[in-house]
């Protein structure tokens, strides 16, 4: 029978595995995949792959791809998998170490799989990213002829939200933790150097204070948020349990954090342990409210830069019509409608385009927001189609008929006096891109796209749509906001001369 709910007492362990900060030569991995190591060669690193591991070649020709490694670093590798175009290898040691190779910050490298690029000087991070993206859009056949502008924060105590596992192991540890490279296994930690000071501070009494809970089990994960005045610590809770509820009272009150659970398995509700908190992410002069399960950047210095960036980049004659595809709660919407846009957000989740309405108004600014699924073609035509007869001057007020709901859901039919000949448009999707988005702006060009991504590939293919149907290039700006890992977030900004 499933022991849901009951722990085994702990075993004594004799320690933690992580590895103790080493000297920059010595490299620190070990695979996360733990296929049998099947072979030892030495070779030297050429280059690296997007994904931040060391290319080189095998005696045979054959293409390896190993962790942690850097250009032109010699050493000796052992293959820990072999596929049938490339093999996939460690470092057992270096013989010729890079002037580019650092002091990871975190003892955990080398096993955690949350920052993987910690073992590469900083600067040099941002060069590679710079390079990748060049690289991807060069595949497109599409050269990068504009600078790419940098967007950077503090490399460290920079994460100010993050999702930790919570596991109970076969011995009845409780595990405490982020995912393993490559792996479903999770790493335990003692600490995270990237979280901002609030949450690295809670990291220790949360361990202390889950061991103390009788049901560690119907804990599926926990969240934690800061934002400028508060830390929250949001508890994904399977299943109710009142000795642990009031235990997790007791944490809150103690440590001074807000304190929410996510409760059920299948449809789980927000629940809080006190007065609902006001939650705020702040930019400027406008304040964003926002729930957990809401999509908050974060990096809070990076996104500041990014809708910075966004709104110089789109800054003209105040009336002109943007509409901002992919919105979240407002991120750029409402910084573009402050400096005197007429702004249309579309997003796809109910609660969230609900949030932005909310923040619109409190913020007293000229927004208006719908809920499409903009991996629709028709429905991404319809909000870029002109309505080609009155109203057709840009500047022209949009009015979207409503369905009657608190979201203001497109019924299917859009009022003839909202005029679509959008000066402006954003567009910022999740990693999977926005293909249809760029079809749909390929064939009704609007004279600027700013184009906000997570996901370089995806990027590069939606460009190639762009530039096929006549966008050029223009301004393009990688942002640093997940420091020490291969992920990027990149601007660019593309004009369509009509
Ligand atoms: C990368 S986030 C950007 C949010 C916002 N622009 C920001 O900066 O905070 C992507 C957003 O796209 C939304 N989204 C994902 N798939 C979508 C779809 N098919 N249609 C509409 N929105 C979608 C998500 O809910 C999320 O809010």
Redesign the pocket.
């Known amino acids: 029978m499933a022991m849901l709910g009951k722990r085994r007492p702990p075993r004594q362990h004799s320690g933690h595995s992580g590895l103790a900060r080493s000297a920059p030569a010595v490299p620190a991995s070990k695979p996360s995949v733990l296929d049998e190591a099947v072979g030892a060669d030495s070779v030297t690193i050429e280059r690296l792959a997007h994904d931040g591991r060391g290319v080189a070649h095998l005696a045979s020709g054959k293409t390896v791809f190993v962790d942690h490694a850097l250009p032109g670093e010699q050493g000796v590798i052992a293959v820990h998998r072999n596929r049938k175009r490339y093999d996939e290898a460690h470092l057992k040691s270096v013989t010729h170490a890079s002037t580019q190779r650092t002091t990871p910050i975190c003892e955990h490298f080398g096993h955690c799989g949350g920052c993987d690029l910690q073992h590469l000087a900083v600067t040099a991070q941002r060069d590679h990213k710079r390079q990748v993206i060049k690289e991807l859009f060069a595949r497109q056949g599409i050269t990068v002829d504009v600078p790419i502008e940098l967007l950077a924060g503090e490399s460290d105590a920079y994460r100010r939200r993050a999702r930790l596992g919570v596991k109970v192991d076969g011995d009845g540890r409780v595990l405490l933790g982020f995912r393993a490279r490559h792996s479903h296994r999770l790493v335990d930690i003692k600490g995270c150097p990237v979280l901002v000071p609030p949450l690295q501070a809670l990291l220790a009494p949360l361990r202390e204070h889950l061991e103390r809970l009788q049901a560690p089990r119907y804990i599926g994960h926990i969240e934690l948020i800061a934002t400028a005045e508060t830390s929250m610590v949001v508890v994904r809770q399977l299943r109710e349990h009142l000795h642990d509820k009031a235990c997790w009272e007791r944490f809150a009150a103690e440590h001074g954090v807000v304190l929410g659970t996510w409760l059920g398995r299948e449809t789980p509700e927000l629940h809080w342990h006190g007065a609902p908190p006001h939650l705020v992410d702040r930019l400027g002069e406008v304040a964003l409210s926002f729930q957990p399960g809401d ?1 908050l ?1 974060v990096n809070a210095e990076v996104n500041r830069q990014m809708v910075a960036t966004v709104s110089e980049w789109l800054a003209g004659e105040p009336g002109q019509c943007v509409l901002d595809l ?4 407002g ?2 919407s409402l910084p573009l409608a402050a400096q005197g846009a007429h702004v249309h957000a579309v ?3 109910a609660a ?1 385009v609900e949030r932005l309405q909310a923040n619109a108004s409190a913020n007293r600014l000229d927004v208006s927001a719908e809920q ?4 629709q073609l028709q429905a991404v035509e319809a909000l870029l189609c002109h309505s080609g007869e009155a109203n057709s001057a840009p500047g022209a007020r949009p009015v979207v008929e409503r369905d009657g709901g608190s979201h203001g859901a497109w019924n299917g039919s859009w009022n003839s006096s909202w005029n679509r000949a959008w000066n402006s448009v954003v567009v ?3 990693r999977s891109g926005a293909e249809s988005v760029c079809r749909a702006l390929s064939r009704r060009p609007p004279p600027r796209v700013v184009y906000v991504s ?1 996901d370089p590939a995806t990027l590069a293919r939606d460009a190639a749509q762009l530039v096929h149907a006549g966008y050029r290039i223009a301004r393009m700006a990688v942002a640093d906001m997940f420091v020490h890992t291969a992920h990027m977030e990149t601007l660019v900004l593309f004009e369509h001369s009509g």
Not at 326 to 329: K, L, R, V
């Open positions: 999509f950047q992919f919105a979240g709660i991120n750029f997003e796809g989740s969230m499409v699924d903009l991996s910022d999707p999740p997570c």
